[in-house]
């Protein structure tokens, strides 16, 4: 029994069903994590095989090598650094052409190599018959047939990787693509130069690093450079190679290059590809027809979506119930049990009420992310970035960026997670940064408490005004980020449509769980840390007098909450709801004193000068501050500073009376919704934002320029409607 | 040699000569936009940008201004 681990690393086209391998090899002893210092994801595994451990690495799809996107990029270091034991290429086998470009720049690299023709059956339903002996001869490289939908080929696919391995493969053999007279010439050149070293060549294949040279590829001259004196001679010797072919071809080298392996790829395939044209009524076009179509295209896709948000917040809301009933039942439990105190008040505010706010959006995220991975694995998603490119183009984002973006109405966290389905980095931070500025339902209780108090029958139309603020932001600061922090580099649009195909439950169940778990594992940390936090900045510190209060008022809240609802309701009785609300506004003022006295109190009256510019009062500040846990908090915060009563709602009469009590303006209210709009989305948001860029520098900056952008937004809105004369 | 953006749906033609910079061609040229390569226009998006193309037997998508740098050569209509 061998102990030692094998590396394997998968490859391959992106839709040529390498994750569906990737899942049936592995199941579900996989690890995801992002690849260092990039957010591309990083998918692990191990596999036991006859007594063999091996760890298969999923590298993310691309469709050539060339280092231009930070795909590719990461697949190639992987390749060249990490020097995996066997490589398996996954190909389309009803694709050959496009996706044998990849094996052949694999072959290049002089890795040990195998060929998988997945979706054989499709290829074969489509008449296409593979002579695959013949084609791994042509190629010196062994193929296996697999059907990765079906959970087929598997086991032969990992005998061949240990035959590969052990060197017991008769296949294998290294085969030069010919890329003509004049090109090889050039090659040898180079390659003589690099010779003068004999370290070099046992770190890379010669032939590899020339071919490189002559594609004028900037990584590899890089790493040339660092080899010293003799590095320089090569990107001499090649600069001068360049130059000779521009004459002789007329055309740049790397040009040439694809051409010639396209030519090697079509030469072979007219050995080993036979398509019978018996012409088969092509299901997936009809259906393309159809979902794309100038007319109905946009209705579909308009159903789709709304069937979507339809599905997590209408059948998401009662496994939300569950979970809040239990949270507040958890709270009940741990009350009864513990005496009060420090330690029950930890417990029961701190970290059941603060982790249980956000555990609430699990059920909606499973089902959002249920949906994204249906039309993802059927097709449908390319098709969606297909009709709306045109749309998205503008704020120089890509089609796919829009369903990110629109996720953002339901909740920015999950919205943010879903950028994975965009390939270019570029893309992925773009939609991240502008995502918060997309108006999440957590705060529209906030809008309907102030637009409701102060702007009466035109609220709605208040509310809607600021969302529309929400989406123009959005629009200008992609534009902005576009032309200034992502400048250049936009990727060629070139997308695949790949023809529609039933997704498997198991790999339907895989991505979801995938992402959910990552919500899961990562936001109970910071969720818990914050939530911490913030109730030991509004518990402390401690004043005697008002402890005894305290006291009082945590026994009486959960029967005055059930009280006043029931007289709210039925108002039958009117001395009970007298009552209620003498002993509610008694408990609400001593809560109001606590929370003015703690940190978070102190802090608010040290930050309102800031704020004071934007005619916001140390109440509204510290209702802000608390804001930065989850949105919805801020209409609590404000319920107990205005001394209504922490169990208000946004529709609660008593802390409407307040706030127009209070001095107020509907400008100031104005003010705050913008505020509240455009600033810091939430601690769970924040934190997605930190697990998904992977670097604290952009959620720093995240944080940092959503801040400057509500005060400047805001302060542009009440100076401005103060001028106007409306305040 | 027209460009591509100038073809209607269900046309076809064969690559000439692709412009642009070194980048674009080299990412087309690896999708398979290679001189002599036959293109079938499958069709537009609603907003009639991007443009929905056949290739070496898979379909792609390319924006307009991207297959306005595609020079062609328009093939004889097939008899359907």
Redesign the interface.
Known sequence: MKKETITVALTGNPNSGKTTIFNNLTGTRQHVGNWPGVTVEKKMGTVLHNDHRLQVVDLPGT??L?A?SIEEIVARSFLVDSKPDVVVDIVDA??L??NL?LATQLIEMGVKLILALNMADVAQSRGHQIDAESLGTLLGVPVVFTIGTKNQGMKELLDKVLEVVEDRDTVSRHIHISYGHEMEKEIKKIQDVIWKDPSVGERFSTRWLAVKLLENDAAVQERVRSFGEIGEEILAQAEASRERLVEFYKD?A??VL??QR?GFIGGALKEVLKVSTKSKLDLS?QVD?FL????L??PVFIFFIWAMFQLTFTVGAYPMEWIDAGVTWLGAVVTALLPAGLLQDLLVNGIIAGVGSVIIFLPNILILFFCIAVFEDTGYLARAA??M???M?VIGLH?KSFIPLLMGFGCNAPAIMATRTLESERDRLLSILINPLISCSARLPVYILLAGTFFGASAGNVIFSIYGLGIALAIAMGKLFSVTLFRGDI?????????YRAPTLKSLLIHMWDRSQIFLRKMSGVILVGSILVWVLSSFPRSPDLLRGQAVETGATSATQERVLTAAESQRSASASMVDENLKSSVANIEMARLENSFLGRLGHFIQPIFAPLGFDWRTSVAVLTGFVAKEIVVSTLGVLYAAGADVNEESEALRRSLRASGMTALGAYTLMAFVLIYIPCLATVAVIRRETNSWKWTGFSIGYSLVLAWMVSFLIYQGGKIAGLG | MIPLSEFKEGERGVIRQLNGSGTFRKRLQEMGFIRGSEVFVEKYAPLRDPIELVIKGYHVSLRMDEASQIMMEKLEQEQK
């Open positions: 469709y050539s060339t231009y009803s694709n052409e496009r470009y740049d790397e040009m694809t051409d396209y076009r027809l794309t179509n100038r007319i295209g946009f297909f009709i490119d045109r749309v183009h089609g990727a060629p649009f070139v997308m695949e449509l790949p023809p």
